[in-house]
Every structure is written in structure tokens, then in C-alpha cells.
Nanobody, 121 residues
Framework: QMQLVESGGGSVQSGGSLRLSCAAS????????MGWFRQAPGKEREGVAS???????TYVTSVRGRFTISQDNAKNTLYLQMNSLSPEDTAMYYC???????????????WGRGTQVTVSS
């Protein structure tokens, strides 16, 4: 079974950057469709970025040009580079994996426990 563990969250000021990591174990990450999601208190889980098995990426409009999803197959790790952060980016961030391509829909089969990102103004 695929296991996912996120790290790299923290507290930053507006305009700052963070890089989230998602370490996968159990299966080769390169054979899975992957996504990053976030959920703020009182809000629904939102798809932020996804990457397919051919490396094609998709972003929600609000992060396009600021966030970059990537993966290192040798390390079996997914990343989310987040630049120009704003308080609206504050949320718990989750990575997800599936054999099917769900793009930014929260229908992935495997989920990590999340890492908190807090952006102060």
C-alpha cells in the first residue's frame, strides 16, 4: 500500500517561500498520478496542483505562476515549491496519489496526514 508523509510546512511572512515534500513508500511514485491539496478551517479541501505520469502539470488558478509541483523519482518524493505566499495560502497541505488521474479532484485513493502552512501579513 502506498504511504505518503508530508513535511516542510511552517510559518512564514507574506511574500515568503516554502518547499513542501511528500515522501512516498510502498510503490514507485513515478507510476502514480500525484496531487497537492489544501484545506483551511471551515473550507472544503481544494486541489492546488497535480502531476501525471508523463510529468504534465495542472494548477488551480490562484497559485499558477507562484507554485511549482515536481517529483524526484530517484528519491520517490513529490515537491511543492511555494513562492510569493499570502495569508490566503494558509491551510493544511496534503499530498495524494492514485493509479487513476483525478487532476485537482479530491478523489485520490492514498493521502498523507498533512503539513501546516501559516502565512502572516
Amino acid at each position: 500500500q502506498m504511504q505518503l508523509v508530508e513535511s516542510g510546512g511552517g510559518s512564514v511572512q507574506s511574500g515568503g517561500s516554502l518547499r513542501l515534500s511528500c515522501a512516498a513508500s510502498g510503490y514507485r511514485l513515478s507510476t502514480y498520478y500525484m496531487g497537492w491539496f489544501r484545506q483551511a478551517p471551515g473550507k472544503e479541501r481544494e486541489g492546488v496542483a497535480s502531476i501525471d505520469v508523463d510529468g504534465r502539470t495542472t494548477y488551480v488558478t490562484s497559485v499558477r505562476g507562484r507554485f511549482t509541483i515536481s517529483q524526484d523519482n530517484a528519491k520517490n518524493t513529490l515537491y511543492l515549491q511555494m513562492n510569493s505566499l499570502s495569508p490566503e495560502d494558509t491551510a493544511m497541505y496534503y499530498c495524494a496519489a492514485d493509479r487513476s488521474n483525478w487532476w485537482l479532484s479530491p478523489s485520490y485513493r492514498y493521502w498523507g496526514r498533512g503539513t501546516q502552512v501559516t502565512v502572516s501579513s
